[in-house]
């Protein structure tokens, strides 16, 4: 049974960082592409960076330059640091686990950024 356990999300001020970890269990952790999304109040989910099981990585347009995604095969964890955070930012994040179209979903962590 795959299991996504976020963890790391909190409030900060604008200009701020948090870094997420995801622990991802059940898995064979390199045969999954491994991703960030999130969902803000009112709005859909949407990507913010993922890893393919290849190992290479995409970032939305909003986040490039600002967040880093990272992996620990050893560890099996995905991981995301955030800087330069924006009030705009602020939403649920959500660890993913994606293999052709099955997708398992973390229970998400709140970030929070204000002016």
């Known amino acids: 049974q795959v299991q996504l356990v976020e963890s790391g999300g909190g409030s900060v001020q604008a200009e701020g960082s948090l870094r997420l970890s995801c622990a991802a269990s059940?898995?064979?952790?390199?045969?999954?592409?491994m991703g960030w999304y999130r969902q803000a109040p009112g709005k859909q989910r949407e990507l913010v960076a993922t890893f393919t099981s290849g190992g290479s990585t995409n970032y939305a347009d909003s986040v490039k330059g600002r967040f880093t995604i990272s992996r620990d095969v050893a560890k099996n964890t995905v991981n995301l640091q955030m800087s330069s955070l924006k009030p705009e930012d602020t939403a649920v994040y959500y660890c993913?686990?994606?293999?052709?179209?099955?997708?398992?979903w973390g229970q998400g962590t709140q970030v929070t950024v204000s002016s």
């Open positions: 059940g898995m064979i952790f390199n045969s999954f592409g």
């Open positions: 993913s686990a994606r293999r052709g179209v099955v997708v398992y």
